[in-house]
């Protein structure tokens, strides 16, 4: 049984080292010609090596499996009889029969399987084919449409530059008639300047017949106003002196008098005499100069007219200031007698 098993086994491997060989010596022949190993080995062909390899290992384990549970060691005693050593490989055989139908069955699934896959790829293929002539009728579509695209934008630039030259032509005639219309608007403009500066000026030479004849009646109304106020501030003037005059000699017949109350007749005087002084004032009265501008040919009378003056010193003025001009300088005519 044991000798029958690795017969089976060498042939099992032979099988498989000659399936991997002329694997191996198709790649090496694809390589050869310059093609790469999966593109030198059909599809069919890679797939049915492959189940091959896949079912001499599996024969290959499962023999080994049976000599292991089958074989007996040489150096131990046998425990069974013979009979039941010969029930034992009917046995084994009856299992490797089974299983060698379960490798059949599965191989017989994996050639379905492999027949799938290829007609799968003859449809993938097929489908290929079919996107390749698609895309080849897309591309000569496209080309199609780039070409009638070019003769489009062609025809566009053509009537872009027709457009252009018509868009100019246009634009250069609407300047012109923009500049004939700011002429005319210029021309209009000045000719309405002229006929309002002509107004004008008319309103200014109107206006200023106005304002000159209001010049002239206000002048007259001032010189008559100014006449009527120097009429009466002539008037004015003449009652003020008049008043002042009064005042003054009022004032004047008042130093005389404070005079005569501070004079002492000299003994040796005779009545009947009677002198001019001059006497310098400053506001408030006081006498600063006393002098006998007419002698009454009395030297002593003389002297005690001028001693009567410094004594009547602080002399009596108007209240009114305005009239201490005519108190600076007094001239006084000094006779007792009077």
């Known amino acids: 049984m044991v000798k029958k098993t690795k017969q089976h086994l060498k042939k099992s491997a032979s099988h498989s080292d000659q399936d991997s060989t002329s694997g191996s010596s198709a790649v090496d022949a694809g390589e050869r010609f310059g093609v790469s190993k999966f593109s ?19 024969v290959h384990v499962v023999f080994l499996a049976i000599l292991l549970l089958g074989f007996q060691w040489e150096d131990e005693p046998p425990s069974k009889p013979k009979v039941n050593v010969i029930d034992a490989v009917v046995v084994d055989e ?15 699934r994996k050639d379905n399987a492999d027949k799938a896959r290829e007609k799968k790829l003859k449809r993938e293929e097929k489908r290929l084919a079919d996107l390749k002539k698609k895309k080849a009728e897309e591309q000569r579509r496209l080309k199609k449409e780039r070409e009638k695209r070019k003769r489009e934008e062609k025809r566009t630039k053509e009537l ?3 457009k252009k030259a018509e868009t100019e032509k246009l634009k250069n005639l609407k300047n012109e008639q923009k500049r004939v219309e700011e002429k005319r608007l210029e021309e209009q403009q000045r000719l309405d300047q002229l006929r309002k500066d002509e107004v004008d000026r008319a309103k200014k030479k109107q206006e200023q017949k106005r304002k000159a004849e209001i010049e002239r009646q206000r002048l007259e109304s001032e010189r008559a106003l100014q006449e009527q106020l120097a009429a009466e501030q002539k008037l004015l ?3 003020s002196a008049r008043q ?10 008042i130093i005389k008098q404070k005079i005569t109350r501070n004079w002492l007749r000299p003994a040796a005087s005779k009545k009947g005499l009677a002198c001019k002084v001059l006497v310098r004032l400053i506001p408030g009265g006081e006498v600063i100069e006393v002098r006998i501008t007419s002698s009454s040919g009395d ?7 001028e001693t009567a003056v410094l004594k009547a010193s602080p002399l009596p003025l108007p ?4 009239l201490f001009e005519a108190f600076r300088e007094l001239k006084l005519l000094f006779n007792p007698e009077e």
């Open 160 to 162: 872009e530059k027709t």
């Open 299 to 305: 030297a002593s009378f003389d002297r005690s007219v």
């Open 244 to 253: 002042a005059q009064g005042v003054v000699d009022k004032y004047r017949e």
């Open 94 to 108: 009856a299992r490797v029969l089974a299983e060698l139908d379960k490798l059949k069955k599965l191989e017989q």
């Open 237 to 239: 003037e003449a009652e």
């Open 319 to 322: 209240p009114d200031p305005l």
């Open 40 to 58: 030198a080995i059909k599809p069919q062909a890679f797939f049915i090596g492959r189940s091959n390899f896949f079912y001499a290992v599996l």
